[in-house]
């Protein structure tokens, strides 16, 4: 259960962190990298950082290398105020919530299996390596101490930039983020961890600044439910 909740954690870091803007002098190009890489981070992260809300369509596809097997999930990702919600339904059901500095992340199981609604609560100061890495992207906080950008181009009116962490991490061996190269939204994250397995988190139909209701971030533990906190 913990490597989902890292990843859950670090996707629920989107804009939340009171962040910086980059500073393009720390920033580390890789030999394969563009010089217009640092232009790229620059623009990426101030986009989502000046954001006072963000909407948007995702889905989530994870290949596990070894077990052969995949699992795809979609639903809906939104941001606002330090507060963060995602809702995918599929082969996993599961809901992310960030309020009053708590993250939890529910994981939902058939009617019929008898399974109750596991809940896994830590405190939004918390932050590992991974939520670390993905604020960093979002956000422009730490990005400098956080990535080496290893490669960097643009085609068909994207971009691409393939980062590795300058720490080693088993979680992470490699990003690939891809976003559009006219309005620097991210539309694509795919990473790998160190045996391999991808998960790749694909956003779609972002909208910008538009309010979203208090009542959606307010989800409460159900009474029968599992909770563990870390």
Do not use: C
């Not at 052969?68 to 507060?83: F, I």
């Not at 609604?117 to 992207?137: M, P, Y």
């Not at 930039?161 to 720490?167: F, S």
């Not at 956003?203 to 599992?226: R, Y």
């Amino acid at each position: 259960m913990l490597q989902p909740l890292l990843h859950y954690l670090g996707l629920s870091l989107i804009l939340l962190a009171g962040a910086n803007p980059v500073d393009p002098a720390q920033i580390l190009p890789g030999k394969e990298a563009k010089k217009e890489s640092v232009k790229w981070v620059e623009e990426i992260t101030a986009l989502y950082r000046n954001a006072t809300s963000v909407q948007m369509d995702i889905e989530k596809n994870v290949a596990y290398v070894f077990l052969d097997q995949k699992q795809a999930s979609k639903g809906k990702l939104l941001l606002q105020q330090k507060k963060f919600r995602m809702e995918l339904k599929g082969d996993e059901d599961s809901l992310v919530v960030v309020n009053d500095g708590k993250v939890r992340v529910f994981t939902y199981f058939p009617k019929d299996s008898g399974l109750k609604t596991q809940v896994l609560e830590t405190s939004f100061e918390k932050k590992g390596h991974v939520q670390g890495l993905f604020s960093a992207l979002f956000s422009g906080e730490g990005f400098a101490t956080q990535f080496v950008i290893e490669k960097s181009e643009q085609q068909n009116q994207q971009i691409q930039l393939t980062l590795k962490p300058r720490n080693e991490a088993p979680e992470i061996s490699k990003i690939l983020l891809t976003a559009s190269a006219t309005s620097y939204h991210i539309e694509e994250i795919s990473i790998w961890d160190n045996l391999q397995n991808q998960t790749k988190y694909t956003m779609k139909k972002p909208v910008f600044d538009k309010s979203i209701e208090a009542k959606l971030f307010d989800v409460p533990v159900p009474k029968d439910a599992v909770l563990e906190k870390f």
